[in-house]
């Protein structure tokens, strides 16, 4: 029993290897490419995945079989699902990635020495990525689209119940680099569910540049605490939507409802409602009509309960809950300083909004709020490479080191200095 | 016996997480403090450094005493020595930094986006950086100045060779943020020469955003493999000097001299020395009389044998060996693309120069090699923050995220994403 269980990890080991030592030969050969060609790749795998729409459906339904038999809820089961209109989103993503500016061999300084020595810093691709994610096949084709764009070769490894769908989407992907003349091997696809290969890419810090894993805290944390490999982590999002005392008492109410209830699910979802103690009892239980329409259970400290008893009681853990799911929790404070106290101790450093007509009020959250994204008089839902104008995201990194906020093909670039001389020797 | 040391390491996480504590609370207020009065604290430093060179030498001579006691080799003796000229230059290199531009709040770009959201972002430290290095004691003063400047509280974990020295240098540091009405911790050392304190500090990710390891080998090892906290890595520079076909030859000897025998400690020292087949019987003799005469060991190919009978043979392992010393090991290829391989194989990804008259080839050489630092008819000894205009540095990035290259003030910061809206909501 040992010994074949130990063969087959050996096995996977030798597997995974292979595949990052293709990624890398292939890597070599995608980060020289020009714009022009990674651009026809990506649209020549467009309109593969419009031919194989049929094909990655048929391919979807197996998938929701699966997803069904292991007993998946209805909210994971609908992530999973691959529509016609989702197929076409995917194909499109692709497009629009290719209308990017090149994030490759961006001219980012250059400068003069006095003793005459020419120094750039230019843009490069970081090498090869892997990327492992969870349920929703269509990360397959935005991260491998945007590695793609940005010189990467890919290892993806998606959630085990997309295994059909992701499998066909990377066919698509790798089918376009050919059609351009690249190599198939810029994007690979785990050809196992065995969860072992997660452990073996994890490892092997001389074949992946970086890890960026994506989904729940327990993968996070897996990942984080396992790898080898410097790690683009994106982690959980308890954002915090502020109603200031000097807040417009209607965009307030129609800000706090958007920012928790347009999707549920997403990471730039409002967990924590933090609302000034001097306008709680005039503005709170409008606030608490709308969220209460749309299915939001509401919990709430006790002075929050005090003035609408459709509030329940919020424990300690709420405060630093993602729920990703129709509940928000109620704190009631005593002003800027104590709201910023409130999220610096609670909040998870992703995105926090400040709802006020006071500019200064605004201005200081702005400033002394610790987090990736933080924005005046807006949803958090805008939490989101598409709506910054980046085009496809990788996902919203809570990292401080190499990118924070969305993750898009620019961020999935590093840099070099190239130095221009003629002779010079330092003294 | 158990209990004690069980006792003791209890102590030293306490006192390792109270320094976390007051780090994080004084990183707050920096980060808000302008640029005046950090240039303010940095200037004042400067000067108190100045008052007390004496005493900084006198702690040096304990230092040095220790030192002699642990039987440290002549080259580390040096590193480990002041003298008023070094003390001096600490001073002024807080100066030189004070100038520098302020690299926190630099706009870093700005849009709008189709429904009125405005988009900025911001540059902004990195929070609380620990710092753990070896026998230097000028790093002290050159990495806590560098935090000043860019906003970021330091907890320095020096050599314990150094321990006297580096603690007056904080001490001064410190004074000098006192100064300027700043809190004296925003620069902490740890005041225990203890190991277990370096293994307290990487599991403090709640309160140290950024480990930086400068060190050797071993060190960066230990760091990598151990931190729960992000890694700025600093790996060893195994360096090349590539005489192409088509070099001017004095350009070749001496850009070889230089990037190998200027310092051969640091990590900017040329490694290989790697030379065309077509020009390698008429121009390594030369290379390799300057080379001796400077006092430096010559090992090679059998090659490089077979033309100068001062080299010795070079092992596989040469290759790929940092000496930090004054050996070289000398390698003939066969071209451009056989050295381009080669520096793949063998190089750690630092700095390389080629020398060439051959426009084409230099720019191949710049383009596909996959380093920090490429020169073109230039010292690899040029692999330097100061020698790049950046002020002091922190030391030089092998890793591709974040920062690669030398890091300085701006490579210690983040940024952030500030949105202003009108009571947008997302659709």
Not at 114 to 122: E, F, T
Not at 290 to 319: N, Y
């Amino acid at each position: 029993m040992n010994i074949a269980a130990n063969l087959e990890q050996d096995d996977v080991d030798a597997l995974v290897r292979q595949i990052g030592e293709s990624a890398r030969a292939a890597s070599r050969i995608l980060a020289r490419a020009d714009a022009a060609t990674k651009n026809h790749a990506l649209n020549a795998a467009a309109d593969v995945v419009r031919t194989e729409a049929i094909q990655i459906e048929q391919a979807n339904v197996r998938d929701m079989a699966f997803a069904e038999e292991k007993g998946l809820n209805a909210a994971l089961r609908d992530r999973l699902l691959l529509t016609a209109e989702r197929i076409e989103a995917m194909a499109s993503g692709l497009e629009e990635v290719a209308k990017l500016d090149d994030p490759v061999s961006r001219i980012l300084g250059e400068w003069e020495r006095p003793n005459g020595l020419k120094i750039a810093r230019v843009s490069v691709p970081l090498g090869v990525i892997g990327i492992i994610y969870e349920s929703r096949p269509n990360v397959t084709a935005d991260a491998g689209g945007l590695c793609m764009k940005s010189g990467n070769a890919a290892i993806l490894r998606g959630g085990s119940e997309s295994f059909h769908s992701s499998s066909l989407i990377t066919a698509c992907l790798r089918r376009g680099l050919e059609i351009a003349g690249l190599p198939a091997d810029c994007v690979q696809m785990m050809p196992t569910r065995d969860r072992a290969a997660v452990g073996a890419m994890l490892q092997m810090a001389d074949l992946i540049d970086v890890i960026v894993p994506r989904g729940g805290r327990s993968l996070i944390e897996r990942v984080t605490t396992e790898s080898r490999i410097p790690v683009l982590a994106h982690l959980e999002g308890v954002c915090t939507v502020y109603v200031h005392e000097a807040a417009n008492a209607e965009m307030a109410r129609e800000i706090a409802l958007n920012s928790k209830m347009r999707r549920t699910g997403v990471c730039g979802s409002a967990e924590n409602l933090v609302i000034d103690r001097n306008i709680v009892a005039a503005q709170l239980p409008a606030i608490v009509d709308l969220l209460v329409e749309a299915g939001c259970e509401i919990r709430g400290d006790s002075e929050a309960q005090a003035i609408d008893d459709r509030i329940v009681p919020a424990s300690v853990e709420d405060w630093s809950t993602e729920y990703l799911d129709a509940v928000i929790a109620v704190k009631v404070v005593d002003g800027l300083e104590d709201a910023l106290a409130f999220i610096e101790h609670y909040g998870s450093h992703h995105t926090e909004t400040i709802v006020t007509e006071d500019a200064g009020a605004a201005d200081k959250f702005l400033t002394q709020i610790d987090s990736g994204i933080v924005l005046h008089n807006a949803s958090t839902q805008f939490a989101d490479g598409g709506e910054f104008g980046m085009g496809a995201e990788i996902g919203i990194s809570t990292s401080k080191l190499h990118a924070r906020g969305p993750v898009g093909a620019e961020q999935l670039t590093s840099y070099k200095y190239i130095v221009r001389g003629a002779g010079q020797c330092r003294s």
